[in-house]
Structures are given as structure tokens and as C-alpha cells.
């Protein structure tokens, strides 16, 4: 039987932050890659980011942030994972972050990090390196 | 078995991973689904279609809420399109459902096309029996409102929304025969818009002239709703009601429509299998791409590519 499963992905927005474009954006590059995007909605608490994940079974969640709360909002997510043994789903952050947040965050669970001007060809490569479908 | 187990107690991580299996055609997966075959049939599936932009996720929210609020446990399976060049897919349903993502009554799943054959997919129809066996007393399915869709939901469903919008006009009179036939109950959407007399009067005229289907039984209603507004909801789901009270209260219709839901379960089940297995072989042989060679530099035509193939797997003559 057909062993290839297509990497399903969460792309989230928690926080107050409205400015979405650049999720879109990258929601379809993940979609013209082949991949699954479930899309949040904007205001997304950790708690609704999590039970989207499990719900939808996604190999990886990316979060969006630009408006600053990212040192709250992005270890919750990992925190919570782990709560409901669900630590296998990869996270990933993108948006504006401070230079010194970015090895915070990594050390607090974040894969990885991407910031504004990195190119899109780039994201998506990482994730087909680093994220594999689940029983893969 | 344990997975059988969980699911048949709600567990949302083992529903989520057996509907993922099901979609990736884990061989497991599929004697999962044999398992639970006996406990389903409690959940009272509801289909809702329509053209793109209705708002068929708004209206599935609201439905959600006033379910909710009767203590009904719900099941929605949003089914957006798979991009055909991609293979990827965009499931931005979830989006209107946001205010329901924390209710642990309420299982939200987002589903692709996976495009391959059309229509709603046999994952898709084997998700529906996941949610029904987890315990949900609705399930709600809402598709892309495109193509053959309309008219296989309804084979799935046990009442079928055609939701439209006013002013679609000519729209109304160019609607495939198929939706008309296959719909239980029309909802016009977004009813504060203008002309929503005149696609009240159409959808009735045709209703009207297609009498031989509801004589003897189900005359489809013409809802109007706000969906945003939470307007006409309670009476839309009063309607699905009914339509569930008429469909029980005849038992020769009820062993007809098992029947026909046996038989279509059944027919799909089987071509979707054969063309899996047959595709499975003759990609990982080379044989597909041979094939497809020899038509191009015309040494065969397609006709008998195919026939060649395809008796040579079923190990009989094609006639």
C-alpha cells in the first residue's frame, strides 16, 4: 500500500496580533509545496492552538507573531503539548522577534525561527528536511 | 482492539490519528474500521453544500451553537479542496468554527479533497463513520460546492442543506439537475440581500415541477437565514427535525434508504479499491509509465493499454 503521507501542517496566530498577511503568505507557499494547511483565524489562545493540532493531527504547528508576546504565547504552546503527550508535533515560530528572544525560544522548544526577509523556498525546504509525517 | 476502544470512548488524539490513517491509506487503518463498523449508525449525519461564499462554515457555526445549547454532542468534517497541481490543500473552514475549538463536545476536523476520483471521497464517508462511532450524536459535513460533491453527500447524509444566496439569478436556473434532486432542505443564506423573493420563487417553481419525486413524501422547504446574524437557525433545525421525523416514522422507507446506503457504501468502497490496487501495481511495475510511453509514440491506443492492463490484473478477459 501507499506509504506517503502528506505533512499536514497548523498555521496559528495566537495572541491579540491582527496582521495576518504574512501567515497567508505563508500558508500558500506550504500549500504549493504539496502540504495540508489547517489556517486558525486570527486570536488564537495557546489552549485553541493545541486542541486545533490534535484535532487535526498536524505534523507541525507555525505560529505568527509580530505584535511581541511571543515570549509568553510560544513556550505555552510547547508547555501544553507536552501536558497532552502530544510533544511529537514539531514548532515552529515566524514573525519579529528581538535578536536575544531567538535562542530563548529555541532553548524554550521552538525548532526554529524565522524572521522577516527570509525566503519562502527557504521555510519550505527546512520543513521537508525536519518534519517528517508522523509514523515516518 | 485498544484504538477501537479509545475511539468508541472519545478519545480525540486516537479519532484524529485514525482519520490521518485513513486519509494516508494505512493498511492498519482499515481493519480499524471494520471493528467499528457495528457501532455506527447512531449519529444523525447532516450534509450542507453550496457554491463557495454562501456561507456554509458561518451557518455550520451557528448550527453547532444551537446544537450545543440542546446538549448535543457534534462532529463537523470541513472538506476544502485539494490544489490539483500542488497536491497541497488550504482548510480555512476551521476559521468560522473558532468559538468551538475548546468545547470538548464539539469535534472540528478539516479534510482535503485529495482529489484523485471526485466527489466526496471514501476517507471522507469513512471519517463520517469515525465521528458516529466515537459517540457524536450529529455529524455535520460540509463540502466544496463543485462538481459531483452535491450528489454524493447525499448518499452519506441523512438530510441535505443546498444552501444559495439571493440574487443568483440565472444561476438558480443553470444548477446542475442533480442538486435539485438531491437536496432536502434549500437554506438562502445571506437573505438581507436583495432579491431574495425572486430565488425563493425560482428554487420553488423548480421544487414545484419536479413533483413526482415528493408526492408521495418529502416536499423539500425553502429556508431563508442570516447566518452571521444568527438568524433562521432554530427554524432551520427544526425543519432537520422534521425531515428526521419523516424518514423514521416509515418503515419501508427506512430499509430503502438502508438499503441504498449499503449499496452505495458498498459500490464505492469497491472501485475505489480496485483503482487503488491497480494503480499501486502498475505505478511501482513501470508498467503505467511504459504505457503512457507507447501511446505517445502511437505503438498503442489508449483503449487497449487500458484493456491489457487491467484484464492482465483482474486475471479475466475484458469484453
Known sequence: ?136 | MEIVQKIKTGDIRAVARLIRDIDDNIPEAREVLKELYSATGNAYVIGVTGAPGVGKSTLVDQMVTHLRKSGKTVGVLAVDPTSPFSGGAILGDRVRMQRHSMDEGVFIRSMATRGAFGGLTQSTRSAIDVLDAMGKDYVIVETVGVGQDEVDIVRSSDTTLIVLVPGMGDDVQALKAGILEVGDIFVINKSDREGVDKTVGDIRLMIEMDEKRYKDGWKPPILTTQAAFDKGIRELLDEIEKHHLYLSSNKTMLSKLRYEKAKSDLSEMIKDRIAKEIFIDITSSGEFEEAIKSIVDKQIDPYTACDTIVSAKLKSNIR
Open chain 1, 1 to 136: 500500500m501507499n506509504k506517503e503521507r502528506r505533512i499536514r501542517v497548523l498555521v496559528a496566530k495566537p495572541g491579540l496580533d491582527g496582521h495576518d498577511r504574512g501567515a497567508r503568505i505563508i500558508a500558500r507557499a506550504y500549500r504549493d509545496a504539496g502540504f495540508e494547511v489547517v489556517y486558525s483565524g486570527l486570536h488564537q489562545t495557546p489552549e485553541e492552538v493545541v486542541q486545533a493540532a490534535i484535532q487535526e493531527d498536524v505534523d507541525m504547528i507555525g505560529l505568527s507573531s509580530l505584535a511581541g508576546a511571543h515570549m509568553y504565547l510560544f513556550p505555552r504552546v510547547v508547555e501544553l503539548l507536552k501536558e497532552k503527550n502530544a510533544d511529537d508535533i514539531v514548532v515552529c515560530g515566524g514573525g519579529i522577534f528581538p535578536e536575544e528572544d531567538i535562542p530563548k525560544l529555541k532553548n524554550a522548544g521552538i525548532k526554529e525561527v524565522f524572521t522577516p526577509g527570509t525566503p519562502l523556498t527557504e521555510i519550505v525546504n527546512w520543513v521537508k528536511e525536519n518534519v517528517k509525517p508522523r509514523g515516518l
